[in-house]
């Protein structure tokens, strides 16, 4: 049962373009929304997040984008960089009782081309 | 980071055999999490601790067990390990009111 789905698979970008990676959820509990991005050999860092009461939040480059009622989101790299090439990963987060678990997308690979 | 430490970082084994991995963390955060990552899967939450000797299943907690006798560490035990288990195992820990903070990973593969 995957909660939240993520597209697309694989992403190529020129320099200097923008790359977009689309979520979409079905639990509704879900109360906050992270990405992380993730460099081969390295676990997964938190990148920018959003809670459901705000359409947009934007940090630098990075930027999501929030749709609630279509229970949907996605992230907007302005001006793609080579050192962005990695996977990211969304993600929603539930509270149960205190423990506030994670429910992954399936990645997204991304590859900035010089 | 948040100072997390897993180890081993690589490990081959075969079939059968109990295996331990460690998470160690430095933060005194009182949640920790382990996760396996497969490709097509992300991450998916095996177990989860919210305090020392607290610990509860995750989505995917079949043929794991974990322990937690200390704050600082969160140990994950496959008890006789099968092929199915091979993966990427990342562990996480998290404060209160913090996002989780995720360690390197241990990769292990199982004959």
């Known amino acids: 049962q995957q909660q939240v789905k993520q597209s697309p698979q694989s992403l190529i970008v020129q320099k200097g373009g923008i790359s977009i990676i689309n979520c979409a959820y079905e639990?509704?509990?879900?109360?906050?929304f992270p990405w992380y991005q993730q460099f081969p050999g390295k676990g997964p860092a938190l990148l920018i997040a959003i809670r459901p009461d705000v359409s947009e939040k934007k940090e630098g480059r990075f930027t999501i984008s929030f749709n609630k009622s279509a229970k949907q989101f996605s992230l907007h790299i302005m001006d793609s960089q080579p050192g962005d090439s990695a996977t990211y990963f969304c993600a929603g987060q539930i509270h149960s009782g205190s423990a506030r678990q994670l429910t992954f997308g399936s990645g997204t690979q991304l590859t900035v081309l010089p | 980071d948040a100072g997390i430490t897993q180890s081993p970082r690589h490990k081959v084994t075969e079939t059968g055999t109990p295996v331990t991995l460690r998470c160690h963390q430095t933060?005194?955060?009182?949640?920790m999490y382990w996760y396996r990552q497969d490709p097509g899967h992300g991450l998916r939450l095996i177990h989860y601790s919210y305090g020392v000797k607290d610990t509860d299943k995750g989505e995917v907690s079949d043929g794991y067990s974990v322990s937690r006798s200390k704050t600082e560490d969160f140990l994950l035990t496959l008890e006789s390990a099968t092929s199915s288990q091979t993966s990427v195992y990342f562990c996480?820990?998290?404060?209160?009111?913090?996002?989780?903070?995720f360690g390197d990973g241990t990769r292990l593969s199982i004959l």
């Open positions: 996480a820990s998290r404060d209160s009111e913090q996002p989780q903070h």
């Open positions: 639990n509704t509990a879900f109360d906050y």
């Open positions: 933060e005194n955060h009182r949640y």
